[in-house]
DNA sequence: CTGACTTTGACCTTATCTGACCTTTGTCTT
DNA sequence: AAGACAAAGGTCAGATAAGGTCAAAGTCAG
């Protein structure tokens, strides 16, 4: 146990537990120099160590003076819940069952009946955009998405 | 972590945020020497960060007493807001319009950072679900969307 | 020994900065 | 009024400085 991969994780969640606002800004060539790895590396950490499922959200820019940040967004509740719920809405879902998905969380007191129509609303409608094919896994992606930032303060 | 652009450019936002008409006026060589820099340099920053499209006008005149005016253009009624986005938006959008219109809804403080990170994370992500050739039009509809659920708060 | 996770490196795209050279405008001289 | 000169600003190509991508190779637990 400790790859590399490790410890810069654990290097990165270090700052950002200690960065007020929960945001970070790193130098990749920095902080590959740092833990003597190829720049990609630190690519390969944020891909499966911060992705977007987890509560981070990247940002960068490229060119002279380019920088990575990486932002955590804060939980309102528990972990559990958000791996419960990518495994329950999985890689595609119907309509019907991200409805009951829906009900269940109103029922279960995790979602307020405001928010649960908003997301319904959200998703469907932009559901719309996409050919007939997609649109499971289109309302998969977005329900999940959605759940999460609005599960998270 | 800022480039010599970021610094201009941060600066000129501050006198833009004085300038009771959203107008000021600079000449190039002044504020080259002022930042050490080739008053080319001035021009980069102007074109990359403050072009029509993020929001700004700029008038110019060479010769004896040039000068630079940059304005910043607002938006002033919540109709104007809603009909520009949908405007601006319209039917397909790609990831570049895309974040320079939640960059400019941020510097009109129409949008919190905040707010406008989770809404392009929210939104970038979602969009892997379907082919490049949607997404597009894809990223128009849930950007819409999303931006008129925050508006309306 | 196999599949998942790591690590690396070659190659790509984008952003920034500078300097040489060009155009426009104002002013001064004759 | 014409021409010369000075004082601005404009353009563009090239050098430099980041970060991104992807596939191949390595590693390790089961």
Same mark, same amino acid.
């Given at each position: 146990m400790g790859s590399l991969a490790d410890? $810069?994780? %654990?290097?990165?969640? =270090?700052?950002l537990s200690g960065a007020? =606002? *929960?945001? $970070? =800004?790193?130098?990749?060539r920095e902080l590959a120099d740092q833990f @003597?790895?190829?720049?990609?590396?630190?690519? /390969?950490?944020?891909e499966t160590r911060f992705p977007f499922?987890? *509560? /981070?959200?990247i940002e960068s820019r490229r060119g002279g003076g380019g920088y990575i940040r990486?932002?955590?967004?804060?939980?309102?509740?528990?972990?559990?819940?958000?791996?419960?719920?990518s495994l329950l809405i999985g890689d595609a879902i119907g309509s019907?069952? %991200?409805?009951?998905?829906?009900?269940?969380l109103v029922e279960g007191r995790i979602l307020a009946p405001r928010e649960a129509a908003l997301i319904r609303g959200l998703v469907e409608q932009s559901i719309g955009a996409v050919v007939a094919?997609?649109?499971?896994?289109? @309302? %998969?992606?977005l329900l999940r998405n959605m759940l999460i930032v609005t599960l998270r303060g």
């Open positions: 410890f $810069i994780e %654990a290097y990165l969640k =270090e700052l007020p =606002e *929960g945001i $970070i =800004e790193i130098r990749r @003597r790895c190829v720049p990609s590396q630190i690519n /390969y950490v944020l499922e987890k *509560g /981070y959200l990486i932002m955590r967004l804060d939980w309102r509740t528990e972990e559990d819940l958000f791996s419960e719920l019907e069952k %991200a409805e009951e998905l829906l009900v269940r094919q997609q649109q499971d896994e289109l @309302r %998969a992606t």
